[in-house]
């Protein structure tokens, strides 16, 4: 089965449910077993010289490219300040002023500049994103080593956790985390964190466990190394590319949620910072009238999200043995 | 098999155990505390002592924990703050609209998503099969609110083929002992009301399920590419049995089992999902209501619908599961797994 894991698809899944599930299909199944030797070459060179061939990698790096750009030069890039209200005089009910040479995208319904505000929402999504994706793979991680390096009544009680994290649906976990932490920019970070880590944890948890039972370790433990150092240096870093993977196609998840939650009322409380999410929701009411404002954040969103899944998925094929030729 | 579904619902009984505890503790640690949870932001001094009797929040945790768990074996969650209705009645009204969703919306996927697949694996390697490998990677990215406000806003406002959002016409007085609409029309024969039900659903099921077509025609391309290459489908093929034939019982029908647990696995993301779709197309199933409750402050429906919605939901991945063992005899014979 080349790619036809469930997980394979757990890319962008807008309401993060897919990773959910995808994780619990992957971590059932023995992990694919490195083997760089018969290749005479390091597993992430070959992987890399892979990438650089494949179309569909490169499509996806200019795409996050192009994200991590726009969200760090924003101030540069931006023509006016996304908080100012600049074409507030113009703004009639039911009608804002649309795209002119000025404003490219027109106004929102407050009269701001709806390219300001789209292109500075980026920092927010990206700076949550990748918090979110940290706080769940370093937890997950912790977890999953744990888990994966113990074995036995460790093993047993933090996977009975993640089952417990696992029988809400992610949204809903991050909605009850973020409506418990209160209106905050940190608490949507740590919802949708905390809604990724089952994940990992039983990624790495199953590739890790697999690995136990390899040749190397064997060998390690018959020459009398002590087990921690077998668990870190030997078996962790061979259990990690699964792991990376998920990262990445993890920050696509972490985006679309981050909006979702965002588009549910559940962002900072400075109503001021341009976000995705929320500006989709502000547009709900005008979607007759003005629908790029709808559009607009939703197809940042769509752009963002796709390339961490495109260049995730082709991480993926990169690094999988089986699809080697 | 009888003692593998034992063992897996036995298995249920500590999950569900953990999960009510961290609803429990979750509520303890709302901003303010749960009697001002649940009198909502206007609670007086003297009202939240009241309340904090009432509701036994004076007693030791552990008193509290047990009264808590009695309470919601007996599926009493507490009434609502805003609607002042029990959570579970409201739960009840509620849920057969976003099953309806669901439902049509896996309709829609699995009805789409297996031909799809199958063609592009009998494409393999040439431009249908190209295309539907980028499509479903794009697919599974395209948040659901996006697809919903597309449809919405082309399909419904602009060319009016359909309707733009709620679960029936006004116009349509039917009756709905069921409050499951469509069903409701055929049952009272009321035929336009079900067929009115049914144009109201299309747009959201397509926009629900647009994500789990998307995983589906990924699995059944990849499945049925790996079922073709098996031996026996070649020794099949040897046999000089029709093309027909060799595709329906050799490979289909195998390539299936893969396909039929990733569509049990689509439940979280269609539950996840028919929350944002139902806000979209202001359908008023359990999403919206959440929806309300977040913006409210509701926090005895949002610990209510998470509690059954969890219990819904790891039951049907049981069943998915169960269900798998039973398609497959090799896991029937393996003893089960997990």
């Given amino acids: ?325 | 098999m009888l003692r593998y579904a034992i063992r897996r619902l036995a298995l249920l009984v500590p999950i569900l155990l953990g999960l009510s505890v961290l609803l429990f503790v979750w509520v303890r640690a709302l901003p303010g505390g749960p009697a001002q949870a649940l009198l909502g932001e206007h609670g007086s001094p003297d009202a939240e002592r009241q309340v904090r009797i009432a509701y036994g929040l004076d007693r030791p945790l552990y008193v509290q924990y047990w009264s808590f768990l009695k309470r919601t074996v007996h599926l009493d969650f507490g009434t609502s703050i805003r609607t002042n209705q029990s959570v579970t009645s409201e739960f009840l009204t509620r849920f057969p609209m976003t099953i309806e969703l669901t439902v049509a919306a896996l309709i829609f996927a699995v009805g789409l998503g297996i031909p799809l697949g199958y063609l592009a694996a009998r494409k393999h390697g040439r431009f249908l099969d190209h295309a539907s490998v980028v499509g479903s990677l794009i697919g599974v990215t395209i948040p659901v609110f996006f697809l919903g406000f597309l449809l919405k806003y082309w399909v419904a406002i602009k060319l009016g083929w359909l309707p733009p959002s709620g679960r029936s016409n006004e116009r349509i007085i039917a009756t709905h002992p069921t409050n499951f609409y469509v069903l409701d029309g055929l049952l009272t024969r009321e035929y336009d009301a079900s067929w009115d039900a049914i144009t109201h659903l299309i747009l959201p099921a397509i926009a629900l399920g647009s994500i789990p077509l998307a995983i589906i025609v990924r699995i059944t391309r990849a499945a049925v590419i790996d079922v073709s290459h098996e031996d026996y489908v070649r020794t099949a093929e040897a046999k000089g049995l029709a093309r027909s034939t060799v595709s329906r019982r050799h490979i289909l029908r195998n390539a299936m089992l893969p396909v039929a647990t990733t569509i049990g696995l689509q439940t979280g993301l269609l539950l996840s999902g028919a929350i944002l779709t139902e806000i979209v197309f202001g359908l008023p199933g359990i999403g919206s209501f959440v929806y309300h409750a977040i913006q409210n402050r509701d926090y005895p429906v949002l610990q209510g619908f998470i509690l059954i919605i969890a219990v819904i939901y790891v039951i049907v991945n049981l069943l998915v599961d169960l269900s798998y063992s039973l398609i497959d005899p090799r896991v029937r014979v393996g003893g089960g797994r997990g």
Avoid at chain 1, 33 to 58: D, T
Avoid at chain 1, 203 to 215: H, K, N, P, V
């Fill in chain 1, 1 to 325: 089965m080349a790619d036809s894991d469930p997980e394979a698809t757990a890319g962008g899944g807008s309401a993060g449910g897919a990773a959910v599930d995808g994780g619990v299909a992957v971590a059932e199944k023995p992990a694919p077993a490195p083997g760089p030797a018969e290749v005479g070459q390091s597993l992430g060179r070959e992987a890399f010289r892979r990438l650089r061939r494949n179309p569909v990698a490169i499509g996806g790096a200019v795409l996050v490219l192009l994200f991590v750009l726009v969200a760090i030069l924003a101030p540069l890039l931006a023509p006016y300040d996304p908080v100012d209200q600049i074409l507030k005089d113009q703004i009639r009910p039911g009608s804002f002023p649309g795209p002119s040479h000025e404003h490219w995208l027109g106004s929102d319904s407050l009269g701001r500049d709806e390219l300001s505000r789209i292109l500075f929402g980026a920092r927010q999504s990206l700076l949550v994103g990748v918090l979110a994706t940290t706080v769940g793979f370093a937890v997950g991680l912790l977890l999953g080593t744990l888990a994966g390096a113990f074995g036995g009544w460790v093993d047993n009680l933090v996977m009975r956790v993640v089952d417990i994290l696992l029988s809400v649906p992610s949204l809903l976990l991050a909605i009850s985390i973020a409506a418990l932490l209160g209106q905050r920019l940190i608490s949507v970070t740590l919802a949708v964190g905390v809604a990724q880590v089952p994940i990992f944890a039983r990624l790495l948890r199953g590739t890790m466990l697999a690995e136990r039972e390899s040749d190397y370790v064997l060998a390690a433990r018959s020459l009398g190394i002590r087990r921690r150092s077998i668990v870190l240096s030997h078996v962790l870093p061979n259990s990690l590319s699964p792991v990376l993977v998920q990262g990445t196609l993890s920050l696509a998840t972490a985006i679309v949620d981050v909006a979702a939650l965002s588009f549910l009322g559940l962002s900072g409380a400075d109503p001021d910072v341009p976000e995705w999410g929320r500006m989709l929701a502000e547009s709900q009411t005008f979607l007759s009238t003005a629908p790029r404002l709808a559009f607009l954040p939703c197809t940042a969103i769509v752009i963002a999200a796709l390339g961490f899944t495109l260049l995730g998925e082709s991480l993926r094929e990169a690094l999988d043995p089986k699809l080697r030729r």
